[in-house]
């Protein structure tokens, strides 16, 4: 912060006069926050937040730095819609710097919360956060998937009862697809499948599946640059899941001119999306 402890001091005694209530209770060994100190919190964080992007803004303007806009999307998000808007954004702001999280839900609720990123593609995140935009356009299917040598790959259509004793690999059951997971197991009377190894990397899963050991249940568009010599999808009916995804901002702050121009660019590209399957339609 390039000031003395004396300096902090000064700085917080006059904010605690201010508000006349103490902020810190001081102890020998360091200073804990009180209550109010703690209501205070996100405030000064997203003042902070909306300076520094104030700074970049400006910086940009003037041509010091370029702008830059932080996303975070699930897997299917980031390995689909999320290149092309950058592709377009780039196109019309070169100079723009992008930075992108591929996580899952809970880590991009936290990573919003604590303003590493300005938006979030996602399906649905804490009652904390606000869905900012509904697109028709974003939306996935997630599907069961092994290695083509795999002996489930040969058998055709399966029920959940074939698959349910198979070698899994799989995400954490905390995130929001495999509660959805779970649940479609136990409506059809059947116990949940344990991982037999439990990771939150996409490229592990891919991996493990390759090997011929292991079948998954991720996004079938996570699948399509792999080779089907590799990984196929396997017919299981039960296990199909379609599912929407939201585009979330923080509740409270100024949106950074960068990432409304990434929010402009996913409007117009889901647009066409939809325009383009009703003509399939039609």
Same mark, same amino acid.
């Given at each position: 912060?390039?000031?003395?402890?004396?300096?902090?001091? /000064?700085? +917080?005694?006059?904010?605690?006069?201010?508000?006349?209530?103490?902020?810190?209770?001081?102890?020998?060994?360091?200073?804990?926050?009180?209550?109010?100190?703690?209501?205070?919190?996100?405030?000064? &964080?997203?003042?902070?937040? %909306?300076?520094?992007?104030? +700074?970049?803004?400006?910086?940009?303007?003037?041509?010091?730095?370029?702008?830059?806009?932080?996303?975070?999307?699930?897997?299917?998000?980031?390995?689909?819609?999320?290149?092309?808007?950058? %592709?377009?954004? !780039?196109?019309?702001?070169?100079?723009?710097?992008?930075?992108? +999280?591929?996580?899952?839900?809970?880590?991009?609720? =936290?990573?919003?919360?604590?303003?590493?990123?300005?938006?979030?593609?996602?399906?649905?995140?804490? =009652?904390?956060?606000?869905?900012?935009?509904?697109?028709?356009?974003?939306?996935?299917?997630?599907?069961?998937?092994?290695?083509? =040598?795999?002996?489930?790959?040969?058998?055709?259509?399966?029920?959940?009862?074939?698959?349910?004793?198979?070698?899994?690999? +799989?995400?954490?059951?905390?995130? !929001?697809?495999?509660?959805?997971?779970?649940?479609?197991?136990?409506?059809?009377?059947?116990?949940?499948? &344990?991982?037999?190894? &439990?990771?939150?990397? %996409?490229?592990?899963?891919?991996?493990?599946? *390759?090997? *011929?050991?292991?079948?998954?249940?991720?996004?079938?568009?996570?699948?399509?640059?792999?080779?089907?010599?590799?990984?196929?999808? !396997?017919?299981?009916?039960?296990?199909?899941?379609?599912? &929407?995804?939201?585009?979330?901002?923080?509740?409270?702050?100024?949106?950074?001119?960068?990432?409304?121009?990434?929010?402009?660019?996913?409007?117009?590209?889901? /647009?066409?999306?939809?325009?383009?399957?009703? /003509?399939?339609?039609?």
């Amino acid at each position: 912060m390039d000031l003395t402890q004396p300096a902090v001091t /000064r700085a +917080l005694k006059r904010l605690e006069h201010r508000l006349g209530t103490v902020l810190f209770e001081r102890h020998p060994s360091g200073v804990i926050p009180t209550p109010a100190a703690d209501s205070l919190l996100p405030y000064a &964080e997203e003042i902070v937040s %909306n300076a520094k992007a104030a +700074l970049e803004q400006v910086a940009s303007l003037r041509g010091h730095s370029s702008s830059i806009v932080r996303i975070g999307a699930v897997a299917s998000m980031s390995n689909s819609i999320v290149p092309e808007v950058i %592709n377009r954004l !780039l196109v019309k702001w070169p100079s723009l710097r992008v930075q992108l +999280l591929d996580a899952v839900e809970d880590q991009l609720s =936290e990573a919003l919360a604590r303003r590493e990123i300005d938006v979030a593609i996602a399906g649905f995140l804490q =009652e904390s956060e606000v869905p900012f935009l509904r697109r028709d356009g974003l939306t996935d299917s997630l599907v069961a998937f092994a290695h083509p =040598e795999h002996a489930l790959a040969k058998k055709g259509r399966l029920t959940l009862h074939d698959i349910a004793t198979a070698r899994w690999v +799989l995400p954490p059951r905390s995130i !929001l697809p495999m509660q959805e997971f779970v649940r479609r197991f136990r409506d059809a009377g059947l116990v949940p499948p &344990e991982a037999t190894v &439990e990771t939150r990397s %996409n490229g592990a899963i891919r991996a493990l599946v *390759g090997t *011929g050991q292991f079948i998954s249940w991720q996004p079938r568009v996570t699948l399509q640059a792999e080779s089907r010599s590799r990984i196929v999808e !396997l017919d299981v009916p039960d296990l199909l899941w379609h599912r &929407e995804f939201y585009v979330y901002r923080r509740k409270r702050g100024i949106l950074a001119p960068a990432a409304v121009r990434f929010l402009h660019e996913l409007q117009e590209l889901c /647009r066409g999306s939809v325009s383009k399957k009703r /003509r399939g339609q039609a």
